[in-house]
Every structure is written in C-alpha cells, then in structure tokens.
C-alpha cells in the first residue's frame, strides 16, 4: 500500500485561469501529452462531443456543444500526480468556476503575449487573490507578433499588483522563436541547437542581465502567499516551454494545502479523512434524480467502500462507487489522497459546502456564495405549480444551480446567478425534472449584498427601516437588495457598523 504522506506530498492540484483564446485549450492538451495521458488529449477539443455520447443530461450542454460541468483530469509527470480542475470554456461566468477555484492549490494564469492582461483573467485573478491561490503565469504565443517582454511583466506587476519574476526568457521572438532560456538553472531549451554566434544568443544574455537586476529572484514564500507570480514564456501549440511550466509546478508547485474549519485547521498529511463538496453536477441519467457530488480530499486517504459522515445531517454515506479521475484509459483507481477530486454519485443528500469526515464533527469553511450580478424574478405560467416552484426552487438554489432570495415583502421570490448560462440551465431543469414551466422577468434590483454586523440592535434597525429591499438567501441570511451601485453605497454610508459583504462562506 503506498505510503500516504509520499503520495500527498507529489499532489498538484491546479486550474488554468485565461481570458477566452488565450491558449488554455491547447496549454491543457499539451500538458496531458507531456503527462503520457495522449487519449485524452486528443479529446480535448472534443469535450462538447464526448460528453453528448457519454452522458446525455443535459438537454442545453447538447443544445450548445458546451460543457457546463468542471472536469477533473489527472496526470503524471516527474513523480508528481497533477490533477487539473477544468472550468467551463464558454462565456459565461458561473459560480462553478468561481467555486471550482476554491478546490486547487495553485492556478496557471495564461496570458496572450500580444495582449497582455484581459477582462476575463482579472477576474478570474481576483478570485485566485481572495483565497491567497498562488499564480504561476504562462505568457503564450511567443511564436506571434508580441509585445515586449519587459512591458508584459511590468502590465502584471501594475494591474494586478502582483511582484513577478520570470523562470525563463524567450529566446527570439515571434518567427524566429527558438525556445527558452532557464534563468534559474542557466539552461538553454532549444527546439534545436543554435549557433554560438547566432544573435539570439547575445541577446538573450543582455536582457537576462537586465532583468536580473531589475526585479526580485523567485521566493518560495512570497509565491505561496500570493504576492509574487513566477513567469514563463512559451507557444502551446509548438510545445515551447509546456515542460518548464511542468517542471516549475513539480519542484515547488504548492502541495495540498491546510483547510481552514469552523474548529480548527486540518493539515493535509493528517492520517484522517476529510473531504470538502466543492459541486454537484446533476441528472447524469434525467430518469433517475442522480447526482455527481465532486469532493476534494483535504486530508488522509479515501478508499473505495468507506462509510463517511456528513457533517450537517450527522448521517452515515456509504461510498460504494466512488469515481476516481485517471487519465489513463481504463485505468480504474480504487484510492485517493489529499489533493485528488472524486466524484460521489448520490441522490440529492450531498450539498455544496458539505464536509465529510471519518466521524470528527469539523465543518469546513471556505467554499463560498458569490454575490449575483444578475438578478431576475421567476415567473410562472402555471399559477397551479406555485407550490412546486418554490419547493424546486429551494432544492436547486441548495445544489448551487442558482441563488434564491426570499424578499422580506413578501413578494415573488428572485434568482441571483453570476453568469446567464445558470438561468438557462434552472431554466431547463425546471421543465425537465420538475415539469414546472417558467420565464424570467426584470428585477428592479441590481445588485445584492450579504450584511452582517456585531452590534445585533443595528443590523435590525437597519433591516426594518429597509425592508422593501431586504431578502432572506436559502439559509435565512439577511441580504440586502439595491437598485444600483449609488443605492449599495448610500446605505452602506448611512449603517457603518454594518458589513455588506459580496461573498459568504457556506455553512
Ligand atoms: P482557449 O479559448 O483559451 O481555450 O484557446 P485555444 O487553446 O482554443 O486557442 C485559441 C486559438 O489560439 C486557437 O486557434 C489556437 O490554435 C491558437 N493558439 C493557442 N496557442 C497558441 C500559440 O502558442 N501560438 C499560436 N500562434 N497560436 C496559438
């Protein structure tokens, strides 16, 4: 039986962050081939194709050709294990991204080299700042017309206010792009060899002179707090510079981290189980209400067969058919560790946010809600189906589907989601597993906070002198509701011993 603190301690669980056409795509299949997993790296691409064949359930995944879900895909290449979250593809933003970030280690930020920083990576980034996720860059498509290295690094530096410090130099630029140059080892990555004249060269050793004395040498510890970003150049699609990224992530690559609980923090190399759902992905099969729980082991191992408690019920969950993420084909693992994802198929008893330990009552914290940035108001067409909307609706909003707010007036209830794809997958769910009809309407809402405060007599002063934009979430929260930024800001201004907080941890 392998020794579980060696196999935690060669886990690297990581997401890849981009703006659309980045290169994450290509980034991931050539890091598949460079982890032998060449099946699946040709399938990829296909993922919208695969998933129609392989599981048929959901009617706007096959509508659209994309993929709603997070896929895990598992990997190994220099005696490390990696597991690779992927985020959905398409335009939308969903709480599955935003939720799939709170599950890795590190993030692999992809930046066009003649683009720089775009709307989408920053987002993403931001995320990745708010959990201290740290960020190792990948400046691609160095085989293109780019923009100056220098001015690259010097765009992260000040937008994201990120110290970073390039792994490698690109040797040439555009055409004559002839691989990478390793500052830290003083290694030469040619995709072949190259005369001692050739001006490349000396121009590469100029510049890493340069560099060398204008910004900080890479350390560890600045990296695992998340203020420094190791740098790498390279072309995806020639496969220039995918195996220094690797090699980075398998020298210092975080391992699996400590996750933080309501009692107390549990290491990753404690012999006990804990597990963390982080998504459902639900009706694999529309004829049975089936669903995938995705659970990241947060310590010890995790083996087929186990019973495991679920913290907020106290009840037994017997893990008969747990499914483990190999690349390799066939390949059928039967154990996990800390750092590994796996997949709990379940009826609708596990929830996002649930804990699942061996028996210790800890609650982990840290999965979050996302405050909406749309929110809309159901409409039904069937005033009959009222009773089975709001039930529907309830048992959604508890899978992570979208987020219900209960207006304190009384009046219809309103679905909050980050990105519209979530209102078009409640959408389809209603129609199909609960046969209720429905539209959306305008809100006169757009934005929703979660407040809090310690000095109790405010916060309900402040909630029955607001009470026309006061909504209870799914647990009973207090969340408050404004027409616009102004609104949001005056009310903030007018309660100060009040917090508005744009995310809240599950309970
Ligand atoms: P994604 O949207 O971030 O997943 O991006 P893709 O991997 O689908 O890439 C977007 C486009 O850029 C595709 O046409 C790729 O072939 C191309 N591309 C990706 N990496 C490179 C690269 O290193 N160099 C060049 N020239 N093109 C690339």
Same mark, same amino acid.
């Given at each position: 039986?392998? +020794?579980?603190?060696?196999?935690?301690?060669?886990?690297?669980?990581?997401?890849?962050?981009?703006?659309?056409?980045?290169?994450?795509?290509?980034?991931?299949?050539?890091?598949?081939?460079?982890?032998?997993?060449?099946?699946?790296? #040709?399938?990829?691409?296909?993922?919208?194709?695969? %998933?129609?064949?392989?599981?048929?359930?959901?009617?706007?995944?096959?509508?659209?050709?994309?993929?709603?879900?997070?896929?895990?895909?598992?990997?190994?290449?220099?005696?490390?294990?990696?597991?690779?979250? +992927?985020?959905?593809?398409? &335009?939308?933003?969903? &709480?599955?991204?935003?939720?799939?970030?709170?599950?890795?280690?590190?993030?692999?930020?992809?930046?066009?080299?003649?683009?720089?920083?775009? @709307?989408?990576?920053?987002?993403?980034?931001?995320?990745?700042?708010? %959990?201290?996720?740290?960020?190792?860059?990948?400046?691609?498509?160095?085989?293109?017309?780019?923009?100056?290295?220098?001015?690259?690094?010097?765009?992260?530096? *000040?937008?994201?206010?990120?110290?970073?410090?390039?792994?490698?130099?690109?040797?040439?630029?555009?055409? &004559?792009?002839?691989?990478?140059?390793?500052?830290?080892?003083?290694?030469?990555?040619?995709?072949?060899?190259?005369?001692?004249? +050739?001006?490349?060269? $000396?121009?590469?050793?100029?510049?890493?002179?340069?560099?060398?004395? @204008?910004?900080?040498?890479?350390?560890?510890?600045?990296?695992?707090?998340?203020?420094?970003?190791?740098?790498?150049?390279? *072309?995806?699609?020639?496969?220039?510079?995918?195996?220094?990224?690797?090699?980075?992530?398998?020298?210092?690559?975080?391992?699996?981290?400590?996750?933080?609980?309501?009692?107390?923090?549990?290491?990753?190399?404690? @012999?006990?189980?804990?597990?963390?759902?982080?998504?459902? $992905?639900?009706?694999?099969?529309?004829?049975?209400?089936? =669903?995938?729980?995705?659970?990241?082991?947060? *310590?010890?191992?995790?083996?087929?067969?186990?019973?495991?408690?679920?913290?907020?019920?106290?009840?037994?969950?017997?893990?008969?058919?747990?499914?483990?993420?190999? @690349?390799?084909?066939?390949?059928?693992?039967?154990?996990?560790?800390?750092?590994?994802?796996?997949?709990?198929?379940?009826?609708?008893?596990?929830?996002? /946010?649930?804990?699942?330990?061996?028996? &210790?009552?800890?609650?982990?914290?840290?999965?979050?809600?996302?405050?909406?940035?749309?929110?809309?108001?159901?409409?039904?067409?069937?005033?009959?189906?009222?009773?089975?909307?709001?039930?529907?609706?309830?048992?959604?909003?508890?899978? #992570?589907?979208?987020?219900?707010?209960?207006?304190?007036? /009384?009046?219809?209830?309103?679905?909050?989601?980050?990105?519209?794809?979530?209102?078009?997958?409640? $959408?389809? %769910?209603?129609?199909?597993?609960? /046969?209720?009809?429905?539209?959306?309407?305008?809100?006169?809402?757009?934005?929703? =906070?979660?407040?809090?405060?310690?000095?109790?007599?405010?916060?309900?002063?402040?909630?029955?002198?607001?009470?026309? /934009?006061?909504?209870?979430?799914?647990?009973?929260?207090?969340?408050?509701?404004?027409? *616009?930024?102004?609104?949001? %800001?005056?009310?903030?201004?007018?309660?100060?011993?009040?917090?508005?907080?744009?995310?809240?941890?599950?309970?």
């Amino acid at each position: 039986m392998p +020794d579980a603190t060696t196999e935690i301690a060669r886990r690297r669980t990581f997401a890849i962050i981009s703006h659309p056409d980045a290169g994450k795509t290509t980034l991931t299949e050539h890091l598949l081939r460079a982890g032998g997993a060449i099946q699946l790296a #040709g399938n990829v691409r296909a993922k919208g194709d695969r %998933r129609r064949t392989q599981s048929d359930w959901l009617k706007i995944e096959r509508d659209r050709g994309i993929s709603v879900v997070t896929s895990v895909m598992t990997f190994e290449y220099a005696g490390c294990v990696f597991n690779l979250l +992927d985020t959905p593809g398409h &335009e939308d933003f969903s &709480e599955d991204t935003y939720r799939t970030l709170t599950a890795v280690d590190s993030a692999v930020m992809v930046i066009d080299a003649a683009k720089g920083i775009e @709307a989408r990576t920053r987002k993403l980034f931001e995320i990745c700042r708010l %959990r201290d996720i740290p960020i190792i860059t990948f400046i691609n498509k160095m085989d293109r017309e780019s923009r100056d290295p220098i001015e690259l690094l010097d765009e992260i530096a *000040s937008t994201l206010a990120l110290d970073t410090t390039p792994v490698t130099w690109p040797v040439g630029r555009a055409a &004559e792009f002839a691989g990478t140059y390793d500052l830290r080892k003083r290694a030469m990555h040619l995709t072949s060899e190259l005369p001692q004249s +050739d001006p490349r060269l $000396q121009a590469v050793a100029d510049e890493v002179d340069l560099v060398r004395s @204008a910004l900080p040498e890479f350390d560890l510890e600045s990296f695992n707090a998340g203020h420094l970003t190791p740098v790498y150049f390279g *072309s995806a699609i020639k496969d220039i510079g995918v195996s220094d990224l690797l090699d980075g992530l398998a020298e210092y690559g975080p391992v699996p981290r400590a996750q933080p609980g309501d009692k107390r923090t549990v290491e990753a190399t404690e @012999a006990g189980l804990t597990a963390l759902v982080f998504k459902i $992905q639900a009706n694999m099969d529309p004829n049975h209400r089936d =669903r995938i729980a995705f659970a990241r082991v947060c *310590s010890g191992r995790l083996t087929r067969g186990m019973r495991l408690k679920q913290v907020r019920t106290g009840k037994q969950i017997p893990l008969h058919a747990p499914q483990f993420f190999f @690349a390799r084909e066939r390949e059928i693992a039967d154990e996990a560790f800390a750092g590994d994802v796996v997949g709990i198929p379940n009826h609708g008893t596990l929830r996002i /946010g649930d804990t699942l330990t061996e028996g &210790e009552d800890i609650q982990f914290t840290g999965v979050p809600y996302f405050a909406p940035e749309i929110l809309r108001r159901v409409r039904l067409d069937d005033a009959m189906k009222a009773k089975k909307l709001r039930q529907a609706l309830v048992e959604l909003a508890e899978e #992570g589907v979208v987020q219900l707010f209960r207006p304190q007036d /009384g009046s219809a209830p309103l679905v909050g989601v980050v990105g519209t794809l979530q209102l078009d997958v409640l $959408q389809a %769910r209603l129609g199909a597993e609960y /046969g209720v009809a429905i539209g959306f309407e305008a809100s006169p809402f757009a934005l929703a =906070r979660w407040i809090f405060s310690v000095d109790k007599a405010a916060l309900a002063k402040f909630i029955s002198e607001n009470r026309s /934009g006061m909504a209870d979430d799914v647990d009973g929260d207090p969340v408050f509701l404004a027409t *616009s930024n102004f609104m949001m %800001r005056r009310a903030e201004e007018l309660a100060p011993a009040l917090t508005f907080r744009d995310i809240k941890d599950i309970r």
